[in-house]
């Protein structure tokens, strides 16, 4: 048997699936890019202009008050968001109507807005930090260019529930979803590390 029947499970046809506005990218089990090996990029802007999203499934090794001046000592975590402009925080939240210039993403998850608002809130009262996920960097595509990734096979679309992104602050992990997701996709959680191995 060749690496070819080995590794056939584990190759996608694109599933017709449109990425758009608050739909989750998943990298496919073959994908050893550095940045967005078994990754989930939560998309926050997909138009004819490009493609933005920040992946929600790589915690840093330290909290935000490490990061930020005047942020009381606490537990939020930083996310890993992108290889794009990776000495900038972004954010994700369910508080649009409480921080000015957030974009509405989809129901009601926003990204962005002014981060003065946001320190404030949280000196406030440091258990609204449930309510945002913080990120180092962001992914981003250009115009056309996350298309043709799809059409290559390096991505799968599909979507996710809102609360997985907030709740305990776990990350949502690539694995799971594809569980979820079961048949053929609950399989490639099973694709060995080391891809000589057979």
Do not use: C
Not at 69 to 75: F, L, N, Q, T, V
């Amino acid at each position: 048997m060749d690496n070819d029947d080995v590794f056939e499970p584990f190759r996608i046809k694109h599933n017709g699936v449109t990425p758009k506005k608050g739909a989750i990218l998943l990298s496919v089990p073959l994908l050893r890019d550095r940045y967005f090996k078994k990754t989930v990029v939560y998309l926050t802007e997909h138009n004819s202009e490009g493609s933005i999203g920040f992946i929600i499934n790589k915690p840093l090794d330290f909290e935000l008050h490490q990061l930020l001046d005047g942020i009381p000592e606490s537990s939020i975590k930083v996310f890993y968001g992108g290889p794009v402009a990776n000495d900038t925080i972004h954010i994700i939240h369910n508080m649009g109507d409480r921080i000015l210039r957030s974009k509405r993403i989809v129901g009601d998850l926003y990204w962005g807005g002014d981060f003065e608002q946001v320190k404030f809130l949280l000196r406030s009262d440091i258990s609204l930090g449930r309510n945002f996920r913080f990120f180092l960097g962001y992914s981003g595509w250009d115009p056309g260019q996350l298309q043709q990734e799809i059409s290559n096979d390096t991505w799968l679309v599909t979507s996710i529930d809102i609360p997985d992104l907030f709740g305990d602050g776990r990350a949502p992990q690539w694995e799971s979803i594809l569980e979820k997701m079961g048949g053929k996709y609950k399989l490639w959680t099973q694709f060995p590390e080391d891809s000589a191995f057979n």
